[in-house]
């Protein structure tokens, strides 16, 4: 009688549709873990966990209590539950996006989030933590490079409505930069580790659904003055300085803008 012999499950293939760049790194492993505090009494959040390449790097270096993973594509699902039968290991094929985080992980937080973030989501799945920030302590997140500098701008370019409302929420750390050879298959742009922390004591905005709204405004036209962009709204933005009409809105911080709120809500 032959000798059973086992061996490891069959990889799938890569599909571009959920834009499946897997990490190769291990040195980037390492830096995205050893940027937090992880104990026993902490679990993790993983999003798309691939081939388990950081997800085998976690259940190696941290005593979490509970590694749990957000995987839409049921093929890795199932090889990584199979490559990595750890018992803090929870994998669920679900779309984040379509999750109820709250009711699903309420009950393990708190937690701290490593993931190698799809870059086609990545807003969406960042909103979805900061709508559920209450579950977080803190987190590392790859991202592509420009969204990363998007997000920690202080003006310019990049510099809008999005990045102050996430810096508003959380903290940002950039680290370090990631080149294309790092992933297999290799992307067409650079990436960045991004470090986060929610903000649980936050600035007052009097109204401040509306002040987000009176944001959108100021950043219509990014590149025009503030006088063009308010022009059409129902403002007064005719009491405001002439120094200040003529500032592009990239050009302004959060605090100007509370001003300006301030100043318009007094009538």
């Given at each position: 009688?032959?000798?059973?012999?086992?061996?490891?499950?069959?990889?799938?293939?890569?599909?571009?549709?959920?834009?499946?760049?897997?990490?190769?790194k291990?040195?980037?492993v390492?830096?995205m873990?050893?940027k937090v505090?992880?104990?026993?009494?902490?679990?993790?959040?993983?999003?798309?966990?691939?081939?388990?390449?950081?997800?085998?790097?976690i259940?190696k270096?941290?005593?979490?209590?509970?590694?749990?993973?957000?995987?839409?594509?049921?093929?890795w699902?199932?090889?990584?539950?199979?490559?990595?039968p750890?018992?803090?290991?929870s994998?669920?094929?679900?779309?984040?996006?379509?999750a109820?985080?709250?009711?699903?992980?309420?009950?393990?937080?708190?937690?701290?989030?490593?993931?190698?973030l799809p870059?086609q989501?990545?807003?969406?799945?960042?909103?979805?933590?900061?709508?559920?920030?209450?579950?977080?302590?803190?987190?590392?997140?790859?991202?592509?490079?420009?969204?990363?500098q998007?997000?920690?701008?202080?003006?310019?370019?990049?510099?809008?409505?999005?990045?102050?409302?996430?810096?508003?929420?959380f903290?940002?750390?950039?680290?370090?930069?990631?080149e294309?050879?790092?992933f297999?298959?290799?992307?067409?742009?650079?990436?960045r580790?991004l470090?986060?922390?929610?903000?649980?004591?936050?600035t007052?905005i009097?109204?401040?659904?509306?002040?987000?709204k009176?944001?959108?405004?100021?950043?219509?036209?990014?590149?025009?003055m503030?006088?063009?962009?308010?022009?059409?709204?129902?403002?007064?933005?005719?009491?405001l300085?002439?120094a200040?009409?003529?500032?592009r809105a990239?050009?302004?911080?959060?605090?100007?803008?509370?001003?300006?709120?301030?100043?318009?809500?007094?009538?």
């Amino acid at each position: 009688m032959r000798n059973k012999t086992f061996t490891q499950p069959r990889m799938p293939a890569k599909k571009k549709a959920f834009g499946q760049h897997f990490l190769r790194k291990d040195s980037v492993v390492d830096n995205m873990i050893a940027k937090v505090a992880i104990d026993a009494n902490t679990s993790v959040l993983e999003i798309g966990c691939g081939d388990g390449f950081l997800t085998s790097a976690i259940l190696k270096q941290t005593p979490c209590k509970l590694l749990q993973i957000y995987e839409i594509d049921p093929q890795w699902a199932d090889f990584v539950r199979n490559k990595l039968p750890d018992k803090r290991l929870s994998v669920k094929t679900e779309d984040v996006l379509k999750a109820d985080l709250t009711a699903e992980l309420e009950g393990k937080k708190p937690w701290v989030v490593l993931a190698n973030l799809p870059y086609q989501i990545t807003f969406p799945i960042l909103f979805s933590f900061l709508k559920n920030k209450a579950l977080f302590n803190e987190g590392v997140v790859m991202v592509q490079e420009e969204v990363a500098q998007k997000i920690v701008s202080t003006g310019g370019r990049t510099y809008g409505k999005t990045t102050l409302f996430l810096q508003h929420h959380f903290t940002w750390e950039l680290m370090e930069k990631v080149e294309p050879q790092a992933f297999e298959p290799a992307p067409k742009v650079y990436s960045r580790l991004l470090y986060f922390k929610p903000k649980m004591q936050l600035t007052e905005i009097p109204d401040e659904e509306n002040f987000w709204k009176f944001l959108k405004i100021c950043f219509n036209t990014p590149r025009q003055m503030l006088r063009n962009n308010l022009r059409t709204s129902h403002y007064p933005w005719d009491k405001l300085p002439e120094a200040t009409l003529k500032l592009r809105a990239q050009q302004m911080s959060f605090d100007d803008f509370l001003g300006i709120w301030d100043l318009f809500r007094a009538g």
